[in-house]
Structures are given as C-alpha cells and as structure tokens.
C-alpha cells in the first residue's frame, strides 16, 4: 500500500515537471515569434522610409507653421464662446429681475385699479340704495294715505247704508250729519305717482345712468406684442462670440457694455 502510494506520488511530481518544461519551451516560442514579428515590421518600415521621396524643409515648416495659427485662433475662438456664455449666465439674473419687478408694478397697478373700481362700485351701491329707499317710503306714504282714504270711504259707505235703512224721522234728522261726512270722503285724494311701477331709473338723477357707464369701464384695447421684438435679439451675444480668422493675442481689450459690464 505504502509502494503504490509512492509510486503515484513521483508520477504526479513527474507529470508537473513535464508541464512546467512544456510551458517554458512554449513561452519562448511566444517570445521568439514576437520578436520575429518585431523585426518583420522593422524591415517593412525601414523599407518605407527609403520608398519615400526627400521632403521639403520649406513646404513642411509652412504647414507646421499653418496649423500652429489655426490652433491659436481655435482656442480664442472658444475662449470668446465661453466668455459670451458666462455673459449670458451674468444676463439671465438681471432679466428674471427686471421681468419679476415689472410684473410686480402690474399686480399693484391693478390691485389698485380694483379697489378703485370697488370703492365706486359701493358708492354707486349706496347711492342705487338711498334714492330706491328715498323712493319707497314715498311709495309707503302714497299708500298709507290710499288706505286713509278708502277707509274714510267705508266709514261713509256704513254710514250711510245705516241711514238709509232707518225710519225717515231719523233720515231727516242725521242726513246733514252724513252728507258732511260724504263729502269728506270724497273729497280725499291723493296723487300719485303715474311712474311708480316703472324701472327704478326713471326716478333717478338723469346723469346717474351716465355715471354709471363712465366709471369702472374696462378698455377692450388688445395687448399686442411690441413692434421691436427686443426678446429675440441676440445681436450683443452674436457680436461677442463672432471673431476674426486669426486674434493677436495681445488685442486690447473690446469689452461689450450693452448690459452694463464688460467682457473680453
């Protein structure tokens, strides 16, 4: 048992010497396939150096010389982009403000438009209510003395029902009596007012209605957008960020005050 143990034990260890001998022999293989290929790529790159056809020193300096400008001239073009975007962020402040405050003028303006129009409208009110009350307890005196009147009438009317029904001694004895109170009623009267079931208006002042209609009239003007669409005028930003082909980099300084700062 022992034996079989040890002869298992030496095989695995010679199978792991022969791995570790095959991994080696493999990865100098790698390495002179790479180094193979180096050297490949080296001959066809010398190969295409002697291919090529002298270059002029002039031709290559100018175009050298061309893009080192352009790269210039790009970096101050995005320099004035981004200076003309950190105006716009210096700009949108102040406008929201500008903005909130005139909207701020409209609300008082109309907050006080309305209580304007609320004040006339309860002066109107109680003026609508005086006259109307005015006209009623005229109504309610013409009507107490209607019914004084026809109460006298009925008086009369009794008492002269009760005279006709008497004996004639009494007739002749009471009919002066009567006939005086006959003519009391009817010579009671009361004038009246030919208009009072008409509309309210035809008893009031004649320049009421006017002044009904010229106070608190809302004007049906449309509000149209300005003829200057100032809103959509970008001209000041597109003047920032518009430069010229090449910038000396020591222009001097052609700051924009349009909004009141300024800006290179």
Request: net charge negative; glycine share 4%.
């Amino acid at each position: 048992m022992v034996d079989a143990e040890a002869v298992l034990a030496a095989e695995l260890q010679e199978s792991r010497r022969r791995a570790e001998e095959l991994s080696a022999l493999l990865e100098a293989e790698r390495r002179r396939a790479q180094e193979a290929e180096r050297k490949l790529y080296e001959k066809e790159r010398l190969l295409r150096e002697s291919e090529k056809t002298p270059l002029d020193e002039r031709v290559v300096e100018g175009v050298r010389r061309r893009f080192e400008e352009d790269e210039i001239a790009l970096k101050q073009h995005a320099q004035r982009f981004s200076n003309a975007a950190s105006a716009i962020d210096v700009v949108i402040p102040g406008l929201k403000a500008n903005a909130k405050a005139v909207q701020d003028q409209i609300a008082t303006h109309f907050s006080f438009l309305r209580k304007q129009l609320k004040d006339r409208e309860e002066k109107l009110l109680a003026v609508v209510e005086g006259l109307a009350s005015e006209k009623l307890r005229a109504l309610e005196t013409q009507k107490e003395r209607m019914q004084s009147i026809v109460s006298s009438c009925e008086r009369a009317i009794s008492s002269t029902d009760e005279l006709l029904k008497g004996d004639d001694w009494s007739l002749l004895t009471k009919k002066d009596a009567v006939a005086e109170q006959v003519a009391a009623a009817i010579a009671g009267t009361c004038k009246l007012d030919a208009e009072w079931s008409e509309k309210i208006q035809a008893n009031l002042p004649g320049t009421l209605e006017e002044i009904i209609e010229s106070h608190g009239v809302v004007s049906l003007a449309s509000i149209d957008m300005p003829e200057t669409e100032w809103h959509k005028d970008l001209a000041v930003v597109s003047r920032i960020a518009e430069p010229p082909r090449h910038l000396k980099s020591s222009r001097a300084s052609q700051g924009n005050s349009d909004f009141g700062f300024m800006f290179d």
